[in-house]
């Protein structure tokens, strides 16, 4: 079976989606046998090549990564026109897996694509026009003309059955993964106080006003450390008391930095999985979780939840889950022990193979 995996989101720095695409490539690359051909596909810019490149340094896939002026505008020409089609680019496939960014004409062969989570359609007020104009485009295109949908969790497997109106047949799960470098076996940061960290891109759904108002009423040796690359939309004052704005973090150092915290707040109010909680789980550091439904899988039974919207609930989960700490650290652990990218490369197999 020869298949054609799009990795453009990659030309971008790394945050959930392109996480989530990366490790899924690999686990494909892993899962794959002999008799198969993973290619990574990528129409980019110059400087997003040179980021997707670097991205899948190191996984065993073929690379057919264009360069291309304009490339954003470039893509959405060829996905509204359905011409050339991509064997004009890559030659036969059994399967064309695309991402968000893009829906390629083909003439045969599998057309697969990867739903993350419906947030542009259900909450278009947490997004920008471009993204809404984006992904309602993939949504729709999806829906009508897909072999094969998959979705990162049973939660938005749910949620595209039921607003896509996409059959069940044509759903599976590929559940994300968490790499080896997520252990608590290395060093852990040190930021010179004890400290809560949290890592989410700056975006009102990731609702960090309210975390900002849970962390005002902790303990005061307890600082809140804040991961996450500028987002978009309105957000709450971070230079304040006992507050470690650090911004976007290299994926190398975030293990580092799970290690080092006296727990883990994710207060977030919608998410497709939400890798970073099993990051955190798989590095030892007890969590304080959202308890909105879409988090669930994310969480099993490892993690204390409360309600996103209350700082005071909030605030009472934080310190719940720091004097719990030798209960629930063994039960993160094995829960993001069931979580590996050779089991999502293995889902994605079995779709495919199925289809077909």
């Not at 980021?51 to 190191?58: A, I, T």
């Not at 039974?301 to 629930?328: G, H, K, N, Q, Y």
Request: with cysteine; aromatic share 8%; proline share 9%.
């Amino acid at each position: 079976m020869r298949v054609v995996f799009d990795v453009t989101p990659l030309s971008h720095p790394r945050t959930g989606v392109g996480n989530y695409l990366r490790g899924a490539l690999a686990g494909l690359a892993e899962a794959a046998g002999p008799e198969d051909e993973v290619v990574a596909f990528a129409p980019t810019s110059p400087a997003g090549r040179r980021l997707v490149e670097q991205s899948v340094d190191g996984v065993p896939a073929r690379h057919a990564f264009s360069t291309l002026p304009l490339a954003h505008a470039w893509r959405t020409a060829w996905s509204r026109s359905g011409w050339p089609p991509a064997e004009r680019f890559l030659g036969g496939f059994d399967v064309l897996h695309f991402s968000d960014w893009m829906y390629p004409p083909q003439r045969s062969g599998l057309r697969a694509t990867t739903v993350h989570d419906l947030v542009p359609l259900r909450f278009p007020e947490w997004t920008t026009g471009r993204t809404r104009r984006m992904h309602g485009a993939k949504y729709a295109h999806a829906a009508r003309r897909c072999d094969l949908v998959f979705c990162n969790s049973e939660f938005t497997a749910r949620d595209v059955e039921e607003r896509l109106a996409v059959p069940r047949s044509r759903l599976r799960v590929a559940h994300p993964g968490v790499g080896p470098e997520f252990s608590p076996e290395g060093p852990p940061a040190d930021l010179g106080r004890p400290y809560v960290l949290t890592v989410a891109t700056l975006e009102p759904r990731k609702n960090l006003a309210t975390l900002l108002e849970a962390h005002a009423l902790l303990r005061d040796d307890l600082a809140l450390a804040l991961v996450g690359g500028e987002g978009w939309g309105e957000r709450p004052e971070v230079r304040r008391e006992r507050v470690i704005p650090l911004g976007y973090v290299p994926d190398d150092q975030l293990p580092g930095l799970y290690r080092g915290a006296a727990a883990f707040a994710f207060p977030s109010r919608f998410e497709g999985f939400g890798m970073p909680v099993l990051e955190a789980m798989a590095c030892g550091v007890p969590c304080a979780v959202s308890s909105h439904e879409s988090l669930d899988e994310a969480c099993g039974e490892a993690a204390v939840r409360a309600d996103p919207e209350s700082p005071e609930a909030f605030a009472a989960a934080i310190r719940e889950t720091v004097e719990r700490r030798d209960e629930l650290v063994p039960k993160g652990l094995e829960h993001a022990r069931r979580f590996t990218w050779r089991a999502t490369g293995e889902a994605l197999l079995d779709g495919y193979r199925s289809a077909l």
